[in-house]
């Protein structure tokens, strides 16, 4: 069964912010990217000097079932980022089969931001905003299962 957490998007606070989320929970980081890590993107402009030392991605275990996720996010990735909808509802698959079930179900008359593929980092991922308006990601990477 997939496992469901919280992804928060920041306008360049991103480290800030977890590192007193780590100073409040405890734990370490278990993963820490910065967007100067990234390959270039085809299509994609080539990245702004502000953006390199800022955070792609990081996760902060809470507990054995419980993660808190986050990156710094602008320009192309989320043009309209606001205090309020700064999240997504991140869902971690069990399979390649239920990460496309439940995207495909949930993405159903939606906005999609990112179709669900493989990725550089090696995960099967995608994101789309939902019919309500809920912003959601889905995930699966073979090599965690």
């Known amino acids: 069964m997939a496992t469901v957490n919280v992804y928060l998007t920041f306008n360049g606070k991103c480290e ?3 590192n007193f989320y780590k100073s409040v929970f405890g734990g370490e980081f278990s993963y ?3 967007f100067k ?3 270039p993107q085809e299509g994609m402009p080539p990245l702004q000097d ?3 030392e800022q955070i792609m991605h990081i996760s902060l ?3 054995k079932e419980t993660i808190i996720m986050g990156s710094d996010a602008g320009g192309e990735w989320a043009p309209k980022i606001v205090s309020g909808n700064n999240f997504s509802i991140s869902i971690t698959a069990q399979s390649k089969e ?8 949930l993405s159903s008359n939606g906005i999609i931001t990112m179709p669900i593929n493989k990725t550089f980092w090696g995960d099967y991922f995608g994101m789309f905003t939902d019919k309500f308006g809920i912003n ?3 995930s699966f990477n ?4």
Request: hydrophobic share 35%; proline share 7%.
């Open 16 to 18: 800030e912010a977890f």
């Open 32 to 34: 820490v990217g910065r």
């Open 37 to 39: 890590d990234m390959p």
């Open 50 to 52: 502000n953006m390199k």
């Open 61 to 63: 275990p809470i507990s």
């Open 98 to 105: 239920e990460a496309d079930k439940l995207y495909n179900g």
């Open 136 to 138: 959601w990601m889905v």
């Open 142 to 145: 073979e090599n965690n299962h």
